[in-house]
T-cell receptor, first 112, second 111 residues
Framework: EAQVTQNPRYLITVTGKKLTVTCSQN?????MSWYRQDPGLGLRQIYY???????DKGDVPEGYKVSRKEKRNFPLILESPSPNQTSLYFC???????????FGSGTRLTVV | QKEVEQNSGPLSVPEGAIASLNCTYS??????FFWYRQYSGKSPELIMS????GDKEDGRFTAQLNKASQYVSLLIRDSQPSDSATYLC???????????FGAGTTVTVRA
């Protein structure tokens, strides 16, 4: 089944403790992206990747890192999480000429 | 930053009625337009895409695009309780892979 897999689904952590949210797709998509979703603000792009070893900042990149060492994986790294990073996070992928994104199931992160 | 704005809602409609959702966008270079449906706690799923001016129908859903007015809408005919969800408008500029999303409109269909 074609899908984008995110882990974990739920995560509660403490301020300053480094964490990684994994994202993997099995569709051989070139383009991958991370979004965060907050009430009233919709989906805002954090980082995106056009292909292996090619990443760039989205609209709200502060406090996040990403890497794209393999085509299928695009992990999101929070080096020192803060409470304002409490949010619902979505990973998405698309083909180079794709008309739409396939989204992962989401990761609900709480930083206390 | 490209802006996508949707009517804030929430929108409550009786079962069987038409739900009308509106979206405006700021970037005149935008070429592709999408409507996603998102149930509470779930990921967005694509329900409609539209690329040229006019109407596009798919079952009970009709998307309408007017590039001159920078306006895209979604009509849901014969609304069902299962249509109760948040609807996200998304816009992409030609040649750019990034989707810019509106904040969403929450629709509740009353039985």
């Amino acid at each position: 089944e074609a899908q984008v897999t995110q882990n974990p689904r739920y995560l509660i952590t403490v301020t300053g403790k480094k964490l990684t949210v994994t994202c993997s797709q099995n569709m051989n998509h070139e383009y991958m992206s991370w979004y965060r979703q907050d009430p009233g603000l919709g989906l805002r792009q954090i980082y995106y990747s056009m292909n292996v070893e090619v990443t760039d900042k989205g609209d709200v990149p502060e406090g996040y890192k990403v890497s794209r060492k393999e085509k299928r994986n695009f992990p999101l790294i929070l080096e020192s999480p803060s409470p304002n990073q409490t949010s619902l996070y979505f990973c998405a992928s698309s083909t180079k000429t794709g008309s739409f994104y396939t989204f992962g199931s989401g990761t609900r992160l709480t930083v206390v | 930053q490209k802006e996508v704005e949707q009517n804030s809602g929430p929108l409550s409609v009786p079962e069987g009625a038409i739900a009308s959702l509106n979206c405006t966008y700021s970037d005149r270079g935008s070429q592709s337009f999408f409507w996603y449906r998102q149930y509470s706690g779930k990921s967005p799923e694509l329900i409609m895409s539209i690329y040229s001016n006019g109407d596009k129908e798919d079952g009970r859903f009709t998307a309408q695009l007017n590039k001159a007015s920078q306006y895209v809408s979604l009509l849901i005919r014969d609304s069902q309780p299962s249509d109760s969800a948040t609807y996200l408008c998304a816009v992409r500029e030609g040649g750019d892979y990034k989707l810019s999303f509106g904040a969403g409109t929450t629709v509740t269909v009353r039985a």
